[in-house]
């Protein structure tokens, strides 16, 4: 079982609506929370960034974190299709030295004009 | 400004082949990420430098590979006798300071045969 899960997809919703995108992990040792979005042949974006548990908006997006859970989200408010792409969630661990991040295998979203 | 560039963006190798994959990371950026990409998966860590101190290592998967930041700004990702396994796409990317922060270059897909 990897450490990171995430449901691939695909999703496809209208033009406007609200998507919602989920990731579980095993690890209770990541304090660092991260979203991208990568379009095709293109290297990943960095949408959000959180630590710890909690909200955090920025726009259209909230981050949601859930660390008794084990659980975190990504909520695109008023869908375009420009948001169409692969997002995919990453998470670190607190240490010093530490610079791997894991990153789930991405949820492919297409949203329809 | 200029962000992250990697050359070539494409590149094709004989089995047994070495190859060199180039990063530029942005600026003044102090640390450096190299990850593999394989095809429908996310990003899989494979090592990390601050500066020219390579301070993680850990997700390089044999000691075919090897990389190098000798003055604290380009990299180059190495493999040595390429497999088909290889095949990927190799993204780099630099952050200001700390791993949360990485803008991503467009990476190279390697095609091994």
């Known amino acids: 079982q990897k450490e990171v899960e995430q449901d691939p997809g695909p999703l496809s919703v209208p033009e406007g609506a609200i998507v919602s995108l989920n990731c579980t992990y095993s690890?209770?040792?990541?304090?660092?929370f991260m979203w991208y979005r990568q379009y095709s042949r293109k290297g990943p974006e960095l949408l959000m960034y959180?630590?710890?548990?909690g909200n955090k908006e920025d726009g259209r997006f909230t981050a949601q974190v859930d660390k008794s859970s084990k659980y975190i989200s990504l909520f695109i408010r008023d869908s375009q299709p420009s948001d169409s792409a692969t997002y995919l969630c990453?998470?670190?661990?607190?240490?010093?030295?530490?610079?791997?991040?894991?990153f789930g295998d991405g949820t492919t979203l297409t949203v329809k004009p | 400004g200029a962000g992250v560039s990697q050359s070539p963006r494409y590149k094709v190798a004989k089995r047994g082949q070495d190859v060199a994959l180039r990063c530029d990371p942005i600026?003044?950026?102090?640390?450096l990420f190299w990850y593999q990409q394989a095809l429908g998966q996310g990003p899989e860590f494979l090592t990390y430098f601050q500066n020219e101190a390579q301070l993680d290592k850990s997700g390089l998967p044999s000691d075919r590979f090897f990389a190098e930041r000798p003055e604290g700004s380009v990299s180059t990702l190495k493999i040595q006798r390429t497999q088909q396994e290889d095949s990927a796409v190799y993204l780099c990317a630099s952050s200001p300071a700390g791993p949360d922060t990485q803008y991503f270059g467009p990476g190279t897909r390697l095609t091994v045969l």
């Open positions: 959180t630590y710890s548990s």
């Open positions: 990453a998470m670190r661990a607190q240490d010093t030295n530490a610079g791997k991040s894991t």
């Open positions: 600026s003044g950026h102090v640390s």
């Open positions: 690890n209770s040792a990541f304090q660092y």
